[in-house]
């Protein structure tokens, strides 16, 4: 990948000289080698005036970066190390390539040291701000991770760079460096094409190129088709009607173009897309379902790091709107690259600047296109998405197809066949399977044959059965989903836990522990007090049952279906602000319906009486009038906003005959 994400992103805005006399020759020799990105001369050359024992801090920063970019890490520790020796001031970014460097060879202790004094340099960047807000980073990916899946390296990879794939009808659409011809100076590697390769039973037939004039002379990679088929997008350096323009730096950069598909089944029609710049590259698009929005990679201006991913709208003529930056949520001073847009809105990405295993990790944001769509506050929580995907290499060009559960992507891993391949593997089915017991709170002793009762995440009932003789119960779930475990058993208070899912197989324990009614219950009790039954709440202005209330409402329906001759009064009130004759009559709506939802749950009507009283019983100090209702906060008003469930009677004992 170093052939063209690292070509995206770094340019170096001056040229440093080493002031040997006796090596100046040869130091002179690669100057315009390392500015042209020539990195494997260049670290060929230095590396023979390194080992003659010349020492300075140009040279090691040089030599080092030169193997940071051609991905030999191992190199690169040793020559970062040998800079950092030298105790000289020098570019922070070195201890950010140095920590990325040590990841790549998995010395992950110490190249947390190395981010941790990046960070001391540099504490505004995202990356060491990341780092340091997730410094347990290693063993949530862990918990991310399909670790029992080997992923299969394509047959059709080769000894040079085959990555970014996509797939169009029966085929899967990729850059490779395959076709020879002049080589490109980064790598040594011939200039990449884009090729197509059919899908059989076995695997995938004969390797094609993409026909019509996608293909130049110079790099062609990462596609994307619209959802007609009729559009391609895809990345090219400045060359356009044979001509190769570079910017005022002399960097040739990558733009992005469209192609239409011809009634010979050929790719012609190229044009520009109208933000292509000779200043900055603009590469690496993928396309949402709907074709509505193309997302790509680019250090156009308003870029927070190298390189940021940013959203552009497609009109409905193909022709494209105004560029949006995504925001610091997805992007750092790092590099964002190799966007992908799955059918439901996830967006997954490659990125330097999270924490992760090492070189570029792939990302994923949940539902990104959505809340762009519905213009969100750019606030896109992310995650590692883990092994086997990630490793300490580079690993980008994620693409998966939801409806086969097949995943695509590349790595410049050990063990591949070329300096980046393209590996494969099937998302294994997830089910979940929960398992535990039910035990006394207090003796610890098993509690067979209580009831065990399991809602979702907004406490609908899905299945209600009996623990075994050992008070053990299972239920198989589905993965990424919150749920609720409840056990009841008579003469005990109900027990319940609250968990979500993770995305992989696997077997979670856990135990409900019953604590024995012992309390008294006596007319005029809350039962909120009595039975550790939590306030009602609800929202400001609003008389629904909310899920979360609802759930509550379980456990006091459990009580009166337990205590059969008890009676309640349901009692709502409200906060102080707005009118007091409104607010007496949304509590009086809100006890109501508090009332009609435990009849509807089949207590009878005439064992319920309810009242709203308002704001005429406020249980603190948020008196609007007398604080302007400015000195409490929204969660003192809403100790206000409750219910309350006082027995009125039981057992034949009513709450007047005990006053």
């Known amino acids: 990948m170093r052939t063209i994400s690292r070509y995206i992103s770094v340019v170096f805005a001056s040229m440093f000289f080493i002031s040997s006399y006796a090596q100046n020759g040869k130091i002179k020799s690669v100057e315009n080698d390392y500015k042209d990105f020539a990195y494997v001369k260049t670290s060929e050359v230095l590396l023979e005036v390194a080992n003659k024992g010349y020492r300075s801090a140009e040279l090691f920063q040089k030599l080092a970066n030169s193997f940071y970019f051609i991905n030999d890490m191992e190199n690169a520790v040793k020559w970062y190390g040998e800079l950092m020796s030298m105790n000289e001031v020098i570019d922070p970014e070195n201890y950010f390539r140095y920590a990325l460097a040590l990841k790549g060879i998995e010395n992950y202790e110490e190249s947390d040291k190395w981010m941790k004094k990046f960070n001391e340099l540099k504490p505004d960047d995202r990356r060491g701000r990341a780092f340091l807000s997730k410094v347990d980073y290693k063993s949530n990916i862990e918990a991310l991770s399909f670790l029992d899946v080997e992923p299969q390296n394509l047959d059709i990879n080769t000894e040079f760079s085959d990555f970014g794939t996509t797939e169009y009808e029966n085929a899967i659409v990729f850059a490779s460096a395959r076709g020879g011809g002049r080589k490109y100076r980064w790598n040594e590697e011939p200039y990449l094409d884009l090729y197509a390769a059919e899908k059989t039973e076995s695997g995938f037939g004969e390797v094609k190129e993409i026909q019509g004039k996608v293909n130049t002379k110079y790099h062609e990679s990462s596609a994307v088709f619209s959802p007609n088929g ?84 497609v009109n409905n003529d193909g022709t494209l709107g105004t560029p949006e930056n995504l925001g610091p949520s997805i992007n750092t001073e790092g590099q964002e690259s190799f966007p992908f847009i799955d059918t439901t809105g996830n967006l997954f990405f490659s ?129 990424e989903k919150e749920y609720i475990v409840r056990g009841e058993m008579e003469t005990y208070i109900s027990d319940e836990q609250r968990f979500t899912t993770p995305k992989k197989k696997q077997e979670l324990q856990i135990q409900l522990l019953l604590e024995k009614d012992v309390q008294e219950i006596n007319p005029c009790d809350d039962l909120a007090k009595v039975l550790d039954i939590p306030i009602i709440y609800f929202d400001f202005d609003k008389s629904n049952i909310r899920y979360d209330a609802e759930i509550e409402l379980q456990k006091v329906l459990a009580v009166l279906n337990k205590y059969t001759t008890m009676t309640i009064d349901i009692r709502s009130h409200t906060d102080c602000r707005g ?81």
């Open 351 to 479: 990125s330097t600047g999270f924490p992760g295993l090492g070189g570029f990790d792939v990302y994923k944001s949940e539902e990104l296109d959505q809340k762009v769509a519905e213009g969100s506050n750019r606030n896109f929580p992310i995650e590692n998405i883990g092994k086997p995907v990630n490793s300490s290499a580079d690993d980008f060009g994620y693409y998966e197809n939801l409806v086969t559960k097949r995943v695509y992507f590349s790595s410049n891993r050990e063990g591949g066949k070329g300096s980046d391949d393209i590996y494969t593997f099937e998302v294994p089915e997830c089910e979940q399977l929960v398992v535990g017991t039910v035990k006394d709170k207090n003796t610890d002793e098993p509690i067979p044959n209580a009831t065990v009762i399991l809602f979702d995440g907004e406490g609908n009932l899905i299945e209600r059965k009996s623990a075994d003789a050992n008070a053990a119960f299972a239920f198989e779930l589905d993965c």
């Open 579 to 659: 009118l007091a004759d409104y607010n007496e009559k949304l509590s009086e709506r809100r006890a109501q319906a508090t009332r009609q939802y435990l009849i509807d749950n089949g207590v009878a009507a005439d064992r319920l009486t309810a009242k709203g009283y308002g704001e005429s019983q406020l249980v603190n100090d948020c008196e609007c009038e007398l604080a302007k209702d400015s000195s409490c906060s929204e969660e003192e008003h809403q100790l206000n906003r409750r219910s309350e469930f006082v027995i009125t009677s039981i057992n034949g004992q009513s709450c007047d005959e005990k006053e």
């Open 230 to 313: 009729k559009y391609m997008f895809f990345t090219r350096n400045n060359f356009f009607r044979l001509k190769y323009k570079e910017d005022d730096a002399g960097v040739n950069r990558l733009q992005l173009y469209r192609a239409a598909l011809s009634e010979d089944g050929t790719w012609d029609e190229i044009h520009k897309v109208h933000f292509n710049s000779e200043d900055y590259s603009v590469a690496h698009p993928t396309l949402n379902l709907t074709g509505s929005r193309l997302y790509f990679a680019s250090d156009m201006p308003g870029t927070f790091g190298q390189s940021d991913i940013f959203v552009v709208d």
